[in-house]
């Protein structure tokens, strides 16, 4: 049973890359749902949880352009232990801490698959794609810390209007 | 047992991470055609619902625009059909007035195909009614498109229609701008073709072909074919005309049996 909520997130990660990431893109930027999930769970799990869900996401991330599956595997799988490490040395207290070290496995993610996938000009998709992709995917990042930290209510944003 | 446990957890973190790595490394040597499959098994589980739903969203969006569309159409087809019911009541005085007969009205009679009879193109179709539902010899057949054929052969509850594609099966057509008279007829080698026509005919491409209502078989007014293209060599007393069926003899499913109103 413990495992149907890990499965619910993998099902969450491929709701975003069929619906979800077209709803809500900007000016074709979305946020990196797969890295994010993979971090938040890093971050608040086991080491060996965070791992193996990596590797499951990843196939989920990869399965859309099957070549890229093993560098998802090593890519989202390595950075969840370097997380899931980081994580047990700093004080996680601070929002900013946390949006540091997910930020961080963001733009590692996105600027791997970049380079992967189109090769193109590093600095030019630093500049259209990754950056924005880093500071959405935080964006979303920081409203979730302020629920999961009950800083962001409903009765907070009710009294609001 | 008791051995295996504990090196197990002893080294839980070690065997974590080699069969991680295990798995990475299969990966990677895995040729494409296994990842492929890798990538559509993972697929079929976790995008494919999602794909669905999307497809499904996106058709209820494309249902509704097509909604708009043909309630528009709708409206359009009414306004034309009062206009029609005039026009047809105007010319009912008129002939009248002018001591011409009436045309004869027809009852439509719907009918289901129940088989077809077919070489290279399909000849005749097998139909569901017959005699018992006033469906008599040589009563002409149309579906929504327009001219089907004619009854040929007629059964107590089934009947066989002569499709306009049976080479035997000829009608007597005319150009709807022109009223050029000639006759329509099939060949399973060139297709349709309007035959008899002066070579001096104005027929130009796109132009309709209606039954004449000579014959006494077919009513007048029924569209056939439209011209696909036209033309008469130097000397040629008669024009070629190729046509293009108003019906696809392929796809016809629902028949309307033209049966004389006055019986």
Known sequence: MKIIPYIIYLYLIAFHYTILSEIVDIYQITFDLAAVIVGLIAMYRSESVA??????AAVVAGSRNPELIPWEILLLGGTAVVVNQVSLRVNLESIASRLFIIGGLVFVHVLAVDLLVSRADVLFSIYRHILPTV?????????????????????????LF | MNIYSTVFYRNRR????????????????????????????SAAFFLYPFSELKGYVENLEGVADE????????VEARRQLFAAAEAKRENQRLRESLGFDNDGEFNLIPVKIISLFQDIYPVAAR????????????CPVM?????????KEVGPEHSIVALLTDPSNAVSGRLAESRQFGIVRFSPRRGMYLDNLPADAEVASGDVVITSGLGG???????????????????????????????????IDELYVLVDGAR
């Open chain 1, 51 to 56: 791992l193996w869900f990596a590797l499951a």
């Open chain 1, 135 to 159: 500071l959405y995917s935080l964006v979303v990042l920081w409203i979730l810390f302020l629920i999961i930290d009950k800083k962001l209510t409903w009765p907070k944003i009710k009294s």
């Open chain 2, 14 to 41: 070690l065997l974590s991470f080699s069969l991680a790595f295990v798995v990475f490394m299969l990966t990677i040597i895995f040729p494409q055609n296994i990842r492929n499959r890798l990538g559509e098994t």
């Open chain 2, 67 to 74: 909604n708009k569309e043909l309630r528009r159409q709708l």
């Open chain 2, 127 to 138: 139909i569901n009614k017959g005699r018992r539902d006033s469906i008599e010899l040589n």
């Open chain 2, 143 to 151: 579906n929504r498109d327009g001219l089907v054929g004619k009854i």
């Open chain 2, 217 to 251: 078989i077919y009513p007048a007014g029924l569209s056939v074919a439209i011209v696909d293209s036209a033309g008469a060599a130097r000397g040629d007393i008669m024009k070629k005309v190729w046509l293009h069926p108003t019906v696809n003899f392929f796809e």
